[in-house]
């Protein structure tokens, strides 16, 4: 076997393995060839046939080819060449596998691979095919398939990219020399095991001397020391990738790497100047602003935050000063009202610190600066300002009208001292109870004052300039009305007096309370009587309990609703005040029956009770008619309903089946109409005017003829069980009768019970020995049943 490869760039160190496999066939046994052993098989014509081993020269590796041929030939890949080729063209070598046919192509001849395509190695690495060689004559195989692989051959033809740039970083400001700033790694698509084609240096083509890249790894790093982010904050750094390890003639790529300086706090905060000056009014208002200042700091962020303050103690008690987040500037507020005439100008040390500092940096000096700001206070017209801001004043009630309350006062505050005038606001009462003076400021009653009315009385004093009168101040003015004891007091009559009939000597009905509309400083002191000068009260007695109560009590025995229901106690009152006032009144007391030994006293006015429940006339006059109603629909329908039954007489077509119904429920004990026992005891006095309701009304009467011949003899009282055997012979004999389904009952208790009647009706009356005490228990509902059996306990 030989194999000979032939390419434009052939390669030493493969031409001399080439040498070596084909010198080395002629003079020793190779690794890679061993010698075929004859095998015969006999087959079944009596023929042999000859099996040949292959040879491992026939077994293939792989074969090379350049990337990126050019040309207009096809590129010459190798050979196929089997032993039994003596070059007389009797051996065909067949091409399969990846690009048989299209992208290889092989001489059946000579075996000769050719390449008819330029291959790219970065699309496709290599390809597996497969060899096999026929006698052409006989088309039978000289060699078995054997399966082999061409290599594409890597050239440089990729340069290196960095598939994710442009890129952005940043590092902050002030950063010392070979700080990490950020790596960038480039991407080759060549061959990285074969020579250099992928094998990458990094260099720097754009931001020195801030910034370097190292070669190996393609870290950027900072390359100066202090950058300051206020001088420069953006740099491009333009980086460089080029393969065959950076030699001449090698590929190359580029990216740009946006870095950024991030800012420290490296700078204090400085006022643009020393001094400054602010103009404010003295009317401005206390807790608004009144100027600003700012100091610049040029970091951002909180490195550029700045708190304010006044340090000098004159500044600070009329000022205050506030930081405005988003500007940064120093608002300054006004704490107390100022004044021209006391003061006409203040002088601020105003301070601006830095609220985040750094350590590292406090080298380069203190994070804060000062300025002084001088405040001129400016003159202005303001209105009167009273000596007070609120006024509480006294008066008694019904003092005279006239009556000196008491006086406001009010000055104009500048310098100019301008005469006020005063008057009172009616617009917020329309009751006009005060007035003042217009020059004085004293304030009198105009109307006669009463506490017990209106106890307290607001009214708004305004006081104004003569030389400018729309300059107004207002001032409140509480006027309280003190008490006098100007009324008598009264009986409390929020609960009526109630009496039981069967209250005793001596007992206590009620306890009474007084109430007066005056007003006591130390607890109001009443006293108790009845009138005098009138005669004795044979019913009741008041008893002064000496703790602002007093106590109805009974002088007799027995009240007796029915004799008299009401009674009429008058009471004097007497109060505690100075001069001291009395009161009569008249008590109502009221009759009424209480539960037996007076246990629970919850008398009830009768007459109260609808009252009670809350119903007026109009809603009882709407439930009687209601009522009235449903008494009318309920006669109606009962009208409708017996006048719509359907007679008993059963129709000639159809007697079968028919179960008559009486359903009549009688009237009780004392319906002596529904049915009359006489009957039952005398049942011939009947029976001429009794008639069947279950056959037809001829039929009736003609039973009612043959029944008249046949009457059996008349029975005694005491023969009601023979009247009865008598009715069931009949009613088994009667032709006339229904011929099934109809059923008749009679019932008979019998004579001589050992239990007896269960009827009252002649029972004869026994008294029971049953207490009825309990029905005390039950309440007011139960009061007149109570009595009647405790009347009859009584009686009995």
């Keep these: 076997m030989r194999i000979s490869t032939t390419s434009c760039l052939c390669h030493i160190l493969v031409f001399l393995c080439f040498i070596q496999r084909y010198y080395g066939a002629s003079h020793h046994i190779p690794a890679d060839k061993v010698t075929i052993a004859k095998n015969q098989t006999k087959l079944a014509n009596g023929e042999t046939e000859v099996h040949h081993r292959p040879k491992r020269g026939w077994i293939w590796n792989q074969f090379f080819v350049l990337e990126e ?134 260099s720097i083509l754009q931001g020195q001397p801030y910034f370097s890249v190292d070669p190996k790894t393609g870290v950027i790093r900072t390359a100066l020391a202090n950058m300051d982010r206020e001088a420069r904050e953006h740099y491009a750094v333009v980086i460089q990738a080029k393969d065959m390890a950076g030699s001449v003639g090698g590929l190359s790529g580029s990216t740009t790497i946006n870095i950024t300086l991030t800012d420290v706090n490296d700078n204090p905060p400085k006022f643009p100047q020393k001094n400054y000056q602010l103009y404010v009014p003295e009317s401005a208002q206390v807790g608004k602003p009144v100027g600003k200042i700012k100091a610049n700091d040029e970091d951002l962020g909180i490195n550029a935050e700045i708190k304010y303050s006044i340090i000098n103690s004159e500044g600070a008690a009329m000022f205050s000063i506030n930081t405005d987040r988003d500007t940064r500037e120093g608002i300054i507020s006004l704490k107390k009202p100022l ?9 601020l040390q105003i301070e601006g610190v830095n609220t985040h500092v750094e350590p590292i940096f406090s080298y380069l000096g203190p994070f804060k600066d000062t300025a002084t700001l001088k405040i001129t206070v400016g003159d202005v017209d303001e209105p009167p300002v009273f000596s007070m801001d609120y006024y509480i004043m006294d008066v008694y009630e ?39 003076d217009m020059d004085s400021g004293v304030i009198k009653t105009t109307q006669s004052l009463d506490r017990e009315e209106m106890p307290w009385h607001n009214i708004t004093v305004i006081a104004s300039e003569v030389d400018n009168p729309s300059l107004l101040s207002h001032v409140p003015v509480t006027v309280q009305v003190l008490d006098v004891n100007d009324n008598p007091p009264e ?117 109260g009770l ?4 809350g119903l007026s006339t109009g809603a009882l006059i709407a439930i009687l008619l209601c009522i009235v109603i449903l008494l009318a629909i309920v006669v109606l329908f009962i009208t409708l309903r017996r006048s719509k039954k359907e007679p008993l007489i059963i129709s000639e077509e159809d007697v079968r089946e028919n179960v008559v119904t009486y359903d009549d429920e009688g009237g009780g004990e004392e319906d002596t109409e529904a049915f009359d026992i006489i009957t039952l005891r005398n049942p011939a006095a009947a029976e001429e005017f009794k008639f069947r309701r279950d056959i037809r009304p001829e039929a009736a009467r003609q039973h009612g003829q043959n029944r008249g011949h046949h009457s059996p003899p008349e029975l005694n009282q005491v023969d009601v069980q023979e009247f009865i055997k008598q009715r069931l012979v009949e009613a088994d004999m009667d032709t006339n009768g229904p011929p099934y389904d109809s059923l008749q009952t009679y019932a008979y208790e019998g004579q001589m019970s050992p239990t007896g009647s269960i009827s009252s009706l002649d029972s004869p009356g026994t008294h029971s020995e049953q207490d009825y005490n309990y029905l005390d228990d039950w ?18």
């Design 398 to 436: 019904n003092a005279r009208i006239g009556r000196e309350v008491g006086a406001v006062t009010a000055r104009d505050p500048d310098s100019k001292n301008s005469h006020v005038r005063y008057f009172i606001d009616h617009s917020e009462h329309s009751d006009k109870y005060f007035n003042i």
């Design 779 to 796: 309440g007011p509902e139960f009061q007149k049943l109570a009595e009647l059996y405790g009347e009859d306990t009584d009686d009995n």
């Design 339 to 347: 004044n021209y005439e006391r003061k006409k100008t203040y002088t």
């Design 491 to 607: 009986i409390n009559k929020d609960n009526e007096v109630i009496v039981c009939e069967s209250s005793r000597p001596g007992q206590v009905i009620q306890t009474m309370t007084a109430v007066d509309k005056d007003d006591f400083a130390n607890g109001q002191r009443f006293s108790f009587s009845l009138p005098s000068g009138i005669p004795v009260n044979p019913n009741f007695t008041l008893k002064d309990n000496k703790d602002n109560t007093a106590s109805i009590i009974t002088r007799r025995r027995q009240f007796n609703r029915l004799v008299q229901e009401l009674y009429e106690l008058p009471i004097v009152v007497w109060d505690g005040g100075e001069p001291a006032l009395s009161g009569t009144s008249t008590l109502t007391l009221r009759v009424c029956p209480c539960q037996r030994n007076g246990r629970v006293q919850t008398c009830q006015d009768e007459r």
């Design 69 to 202: 041929h050019i040309g207009p030939d096809t590129q010459y890949v190798g050979k196929l060449h089997s032993n039994s080729d003596k070059g007389d063209g009797s051996v065909r070598y067949i091409l399969s596998g990846e690009g048989a046919g299209s992208i290889f192509i092989i001489n059946e001849v000579t075996g000769d691979i050719h390449a008819t395509e330029s291959l790219d190695r970065e699309r496709k690495a290599h390809y597996v095919l497969h060899a096999q060689a026929f006698d052409r004559n006989t088309e039978k195989p000289l060699e078995p398939k054997s399966e082999f692989i061409i290599k594409v051959q890597d050239i440089n033809d990729n340069a290196p990219t960095f598939p994710d740039g442009p890129f952005v970083a940043a590092v902050p400001e002030m950063s010392g020399v070979g700080t990490s700033v950020y790596q960038v790694t480039a991407t080759d698509a060549d061959d990285p095991t074969y020579g250099n084609s992928a094998r990458v240096v990094y």
């Design 610 to 613: 609808l009252s009670s429940a």
